[in-house]
């Protein structure tokens, strides 16, 4: 079993369609939990740190379900620039060993 | 600009060649991490830095691959004997760290590495 599993998508939606993601993970032992999203041929850049509680921002809202191991991130109101491969990444450890691991991430591409 | 940049952004090498590449990560940054991601795939990581000292390596940084960052600032990655596999992006980003906790990485352009 992979460490992080996503869905690689695509997910085609129209414009104002609400659409969410899960992603799994393996390792029991993960503290803390990531989205970023990556534009075609950019570099990743982080949408939003997932809190145990859930949290949101603006039309995004990320959940943490410890007992199932995912979280998931929810995108309402879709707009055309929320095209983009979104990345879920999960960290084990803290302090000075730390293993970071990126999914394979979720293709979204909103269509007019 | 003071994010990471990364040089150079293109390289192409024949099957065989030694590549290095460079990383400078945000000034104040004392995490620096290797990552390399091919189409379609998340970034692997490949090492990670606190500092100078290179805390963790994957199994997947091969004896052909080393990672240095000498006095706590710039980095770089060496492959000797490029092969045609280790053709992909390579990603760099940095963070600042304390009280253990993981704090945001940015990454950085990357380096797009193509073997002939």
């Known amino acids: 079993r992979k460490e992080v599993e996503q869905d690689p998508g695509p997910f085609n939606v129209p414009e104002g369609a609400t659409v969410a993601f899960n992603c799994t993970y393996s390792n029991s032992a993960s503290q803390s939990f990531f989205w970023y999203r990556q534009d075609c041929r950019k570099e990743p850049k982080l949408l939003m740190s997932v809190y145990s509680s859930g949290n949101e921002d603006g039309r995004f809202t990320a959940q943490l379900n410890r007992a199932s191991q995912y979280i998931s991130l929810l995108i309402r109101d879709s707009k055309l620039s929320d095209s983009a491969t979104y990345l879920c990444?999960?960290?084990?450890?803290?302090?000075?060993?730390?293993?970071?691991?990126f999914g394979i991430g979720t293709k979204l591409q909103v269509i007019p | 600009d003071t994010g990471v940049s990364q040089n150079p952004r293109h390289k192409i090498t024949k099957r065989g060649q030694n590549v290095t590449f460079r990383c400078d990560p945000i000034?104040?940054?004392?995490?620096l991490y290797w990552y390399r991601q091919t189409l379609g795939q998340g970034p692997e990581f490949l090492t990670y830095?606190?500092?100078?000292?290179?805390?963790?390596k994957s199994r997947l940084l091969s004896d052909r691959f080393s990672a240095e960052r000498p006095k706590g600032s710039f980095s770089t990655l060496e492959i000797q004997r490029t092969e045609q596999g280790d053709s992909a992006m390579y990603l760099c980003a940095s963070s600042l760290t304390s009280g253990g906790l993981y704090n945001e990485q940015f990454f950085g352009p990357g380096t797009r590495l193509t073997v002939l």
């Open positions: 830095f606190q500092n100078e000292a290179q805390l963790e």
């Open positions: 990444v999960v960290n084990v450890g803290s302090g000075g060993y730390q293993k970071v691991t």
């Open positions: 000034s104040e940054h004392n995490r």
